[in-house]
């Protein structure tokens, strides 16, 4: 899987938008892009993920650029609920017989949201 | 409520012990997974099973066990031969055998005194 990363800290005000880059240069054409967040002492979520159209959901955004060497999670209105460590995670698709079934997590972005 | 439901939330056990942490979902999914976390770092996969009554070796098996003799249940036993047991263990789910997509359970602190 190719390596990704991400700023150790950032922080957001509550209500604005919280934009988290990744940045992926040696992705592969057949590699996706996923984003997990983590919460203090839980499991981590699955937010979203992405092949090279952006995506959005319910929970956020996701921004692809063209050459797939970066990427943004957006949180239009980030709350104090979405202060956590958020991991962008590029891996192949799994397929049968294959070992792309793990998840590998770095350190990731603790996303501070301030009142 | 669908979910994953690990218990305990916290453990301790004596050294030399064997303990067995408990994983369960009502999910549906096919395959669970096993993952250790230590303070301030990823997740690393100890086992993994894409069916009933199969599972395969992660990256950091040495020193656990599991089985999958139901879909919903996936059991993870630390043995005395962990030489160092002490961390966060998370149990995650995935609808489909490749891992796309994984759940997780709430994870179960297990400290070895």
């Known amino acids: 899987d190719a390596k990704t990363t991400q700023p150790t800290s950032m922080d957001c005000a509550e209500g604005r938008a919280a934009n988290l880059p990744c940045n992926h240069s040696t992705i592969s054409g057949n590699e996706y892009v996923y984003w997990y967040r983590q919460i203090h002492s839980q499991g981590p979520q699955y937010i979203i993920h992405g092949l090279k159209n952006n995506e959005t959901n319910e929970m956020a955004s996701l921004i692809i650029t063209e050459d797939r060497k970066s990427s943004t999670l957006i949180l239009p209105h980030a709350t104090l609920r979405d202060t956590a460590v958020y991991y962008c995670?590029?891996?192949?698709?799994?397929?049968?017989?294959?070992?792309?079934?793990?998840?590998?997590f770095g350190k990731g972005t603790l996303l501070t949201v301030n009142p | 409520d669908g979910g994953i439901t690990q218990s305990p939330k916290y453990l301790f056990r004596k050294e030399g012990q064997n303990v067995t942490l408990s994983c369960e979902q009502n999910l549906n999914h096919d395959a669970m997974y096993w993952y250790r976390q230590d303070p301030g770092q990823g997740l690393r996969l100890i086992y993994y099973?894409?069916?009933?009554?199969?599972?395969q070796k992660g990256d950091i098996a040495e020193g656990y066990s599991v089985s999958r003799e139901k879909k919903e249940s996936f059991p993870l036993t630390v043995t005395s031969a962990q030489k160092n047991p002490t961390a966060f263990y998370l149990c995650?789910?995935?609808?489909?055998?490749?891992?796309?997509?994984?759940?997780f359970g709430p994870g179960t602190r297990l400290t070895v005194l």
């Open positions: 099973s894409q069916i009933v009554n199969d599972f």
């Open positions: 995670i590029v891996r192949a698709l799994g397929f049968s017989g294959g070992s792309n079934y793990k998840l590998t």
């Open positions: 995650a789910s995935s609808i489909d055998k490749q891992g796309n997509e994984q759940f």
